[in-house]
């Protein structure tokens, strides 16, 4: 499931209705603002993206030569916002609803988007910038996350 793996963050951030309530789009964008180039320049303000950032397989075990059965993930999500304090909150927020509903879910297999859930996770942000054509406020939080490949993927 690791190529799929941006999935439950979208879901997760969906979860929080709050969140979801205090984006002009209504929804967490997924990989791009899915718009022209001069209608996303001016994407109502404040959004998030969740994208999927790339995976490594980690080293190959003695039971499989080609791959091992585990990845590390990249998930990113850009933040921005009209000000310096709207955008630290919506981090904030972000970075909750995340950890509880990973917290809340996991090993939870009455829901099949379980197995989605990173089985470890480290978070590093990039530093604050500002976007003056835009003009905005913006972050970029980075998930490093160790999952498990569908047996699909490795067929």
């Not at 190529?3 to 929804?27: E, H, M, Q, W, Y």
């Not at 959004?47 to 499989?64: M, P, R």
């Amino acid at each position: 499931m690791s190529l799929i793996t941006d999935a439950i963050f979208v879901k997760a951030l969906r979860s929080n209705a709050a969140l979801i309530a205090a984006l002009p789009a209504g929804d967490v964008y997924n990989t791009a603002i899915a718009l022209p180039d001069e209608d996303a320049d001016n994407a109502p303000l404040p959004y998030v993206i969740v994208s999927f950032d790339g995976l490594n397989n980690q080293d190959a075990t003695k039971d499989d030569d080609f791959e091992a059965d585990s990845d590390q993930v990249q998930i990113g999500i850009e933040i921005a916002a009209e000000t310096r304090p709207k955008l630290g909150e919506l981090a904030r927020t972000v970075r909750k609803t995340l950890r509880e509903y990973f917290r809340e879910h996991q090993g939870d297999d009455s829901d099949e988007d379980y197995q989605l859930i990173p089985e470890d996770m480290t978070l590093t942000a990039q530093p604050v910038q500002y976007d003056s054509l835009k003009p905005c406020y913006w972050q970029r939080l980075t998930y490093q996350c160790d999952t498990k490949p569908d047996d699909n993927e490795q067929d």
